[in-house]
């Protein structure tokens, strides 16, 4: 038999699916900037090996292996980025939508019960690391990668 829920029962649910959607933003960001600094490291080292060994001592395999490397590492970067700025805007769009769900039940605010999240000034503050931050990094390797084509 299907009780409905209590208005109580009903926040619960959605807090918890709003409070796991953050936790998934957080969890993307924590990827998106470990990966970028893992790719800006081998970067670095790949641009580095390129540059200080004379001509003559490398050889032809390991040159033409490095310059894959060096063309390779910004490709990998952005599509890092693209993946995982799309997996945080699914979190974002769904906890719009747990919102709006919320609100279409009970109105803007239930009476004895908090607000469901922070006003929405205070909600696009808390998006710009996770909106902006991928995008950030795919224009970054995008210029090295422009200027690493010969």
Not at 48 to 53: A, I, R, V, Y
Not at 76 to 97: F, N, P, R
Not at 123 to 149: E, K, N, S
């Amino acid at each position: 038999m299907n009780t409905p829920l209590t208005p109580l029962e009903y926040y619960n649910l959605i807090r918890g699916r709003i409070e796991h959607e953050d936790n998934l933003v957080v969890q993307r960001l924590t990827w998106l900037v470990g990966s970028q600094s893992f790719l800006f490291t081998a970067y670095a080292i790949a641009s580095n090996g390129l540059m200080s060994q004379p001509a003559q001592q490398v050889s032809a395999h390991f040159g033409e292996q490095l310059e894959l490397l060096f063309q390779l590492i910004p490709v990998v970067a952005m599509l890092t980025c693209v993946l995982i700025y799309i997996s945080i805007l699914a979190a974002v769009i769904t906890t719009a939508k747990l919102r709006r769900g919320y609100r279409s039940r009970f109105g803007p605010e239930e009476d004895a019960l908090p607000p469901i999240m922070t006003t929405a000034p205070t909600r696009l503050f808390g998006l710009v690391a996770p909106l902006f931050l991928p995008l950030m990094f795919t224009g970054i390797w995008f210029i090295l990668w422009m200027h690493g084509q010969h």
